[in-house]
């Protein structure tokens, strides 16, 4: 290749390549059943593009902008700050990827987007993308994850994931309000599925904000408890549990769970804590909550617990390798992993059942 860009040469080889990859994908994807298509590779291979074309929309604030009132493409673009250049493909994929409408040149949100991306809503989950706009950087190195073993997240060059995370205080106060935009719907349906008439006190362990106290004491009023978390975590639970009406049933208790010991209670909860963790670690973490719990007690530990065969949770395998990007043992489990440890800790019984997507909780009963 010349300083300029492709001599001759290469360009005729290139556009030979690049020919011969087209007609091979053309011809795979021809609609005959006994070809193979490159359809699925394709869109997963590619599917990045769309994702983080969303990521983008939510970071720019395109939903909470249209939930206001539909904006045509000049003032939209203007109101968001956008280039001319790329606004109108950049609105039209929105369009074209279901995620707004377009009607009369008038762009607007959908239904879906509209309840759930819209910042001014309570119903919002955009903190979840604010996330996901922090891992898809270290996403881009995912190959070096595989091939070290190491973390790409902001503790790549040392130190404890949750100490270097939290140093900054609204970096703090943006992960917690993540995990409670992640967590208000499996807690739903642990405020449901649980069998709580049978028990008077809870501790959700590494509670964050309290969304899971929350719901599970705005559901049953016959239930008190709280949180336990990091002492930096207790100015936001306390707003948020002050907020919901509930501070008279709900307290927070700060700690390690690794140096101090569990608050007893009738029923305490994990919720995207054992994943964090090594296999040692995931081990004495259930035996501190069993011996923290009375005869009877109940340990109730969700995540998105893969599928015993390691075939059809998707999602909980590729929370596994986020783990391997964001701190140094973390990783995901089978529910049959999950019951073993508890048996091994001494827990009698133990089940698993599913709760909202591809989120389970592994229930063990002391
Ligand atoms: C992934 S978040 C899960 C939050 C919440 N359970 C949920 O599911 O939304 C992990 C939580 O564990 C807390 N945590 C991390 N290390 C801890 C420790 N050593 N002792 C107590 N809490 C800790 C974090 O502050 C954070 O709130």
């Known amino acids: 290749m010349s300083a300029d860009g492709p001599s001759r040469p290469d360009v005729a080889v290139y556009r030979r390549c690049l020919g011969e990859a087209v007609q091979m994908h053309s011809e795979m994807t021809t609609g005959d059943p006994t070809t193979p298509s490159a359809e699925r590779i394709m869109a997963l291979g590619l599917g990045f593009l769309g994702s983080k074309a969303l990521l983008s929309a939510v970071e720019l604030g395109v939903f909470s902008e249209l939930a206001k009132e539909p904006l045509p493409l000049e003032v939209l673009a203007a109101r968001l700050g956008l280039h001319p250049r790329g606004s109108r493909d950049f609105l039209d994929a929105m369009v074209a990827l279901g995620?707004?409408?377009?009607?009369?040149?008038?762009?607007?949100?959908?239904?879906?987007?509209?309840?759930?991306?819209?910042q001014a809503k309570p119903s919002y989950i955009g903190e979840i993308f604010n996330l996901g706009t922090r891992i898809y950087r270290f996403w881009g190195a995912l190959t070096d994850a595989l091939r070290t073993g190491l973390p790409q997240s902001e503790i790549k060059d040392g130190g404890a994931f949750f100490d270097v995370f939290y140093r900054e205080p609204e970096r703090l106060r943006q992960f917690l309000r993540a995990m409670s935009a992640l967590t208000t719907g499996p807690a739903m349906a642990i405020a449901g599925k649980f069998p709580w008439q049978r028990y008077r006190t809870f501790i959700d362990i590494g509670c964050a904000e309290g969304a899971?106290?929350?719901?599970?004491?705005?559901?049953?009023?016959?239930l008190s408890g709280g949180g336990f978390d990091l002492p930096p975590v207790a100015p936001a639970f306390d707003e948020y549990v002050k907020?919901?009406?509930?501070?008279?049933?709900?307290?927070?208790?700060?700690?390690d769970f690794f140096t101090d010991p569990l608050p007893a209670a009738d029923v305490l909860i994990m919720g995207h804590i054992l994943h964090d963790w090594n296999l040692e670690e995931k081990h004495l973490l259930i035996r501190k909550a069993y011996a923290a719990l009375p005869t009877g007690g109940a340990l109730i530990a969700y995540d998105s617990i893969i599928d015993d065969e390691r075939r059809e949770n998707a999602h909980g395998l590729l929370i596994s390798l986020n783990m391997l990007i964001e701190n140094e043992g973390g990783f995901d489990y089978t529910g049959a992993d999950c019951r073993g440890w508890l048996e091994s800790a001494g827990f009698s019984e133990s089940y698993v059942e599913p709760l909202v997507g591809p989120i389970s909780m592994v229930v063990g009963i002391k």
């Open 243 to 255: 907020s919901s009406g509930l501070g008279d049933r709900l307290q927070f208790y700060p700690g």
């Open 99 to 118: 995620m707004l409408q377009r009607m009369d040149d008038l762009y607007s949100n959908t239904p879906e987007t509209d309840f759930f991306l819209d």
């Open 212 to 222: 899971l106290p929350v719901q599970v004491a705005g559901s049953h009023q016959h």
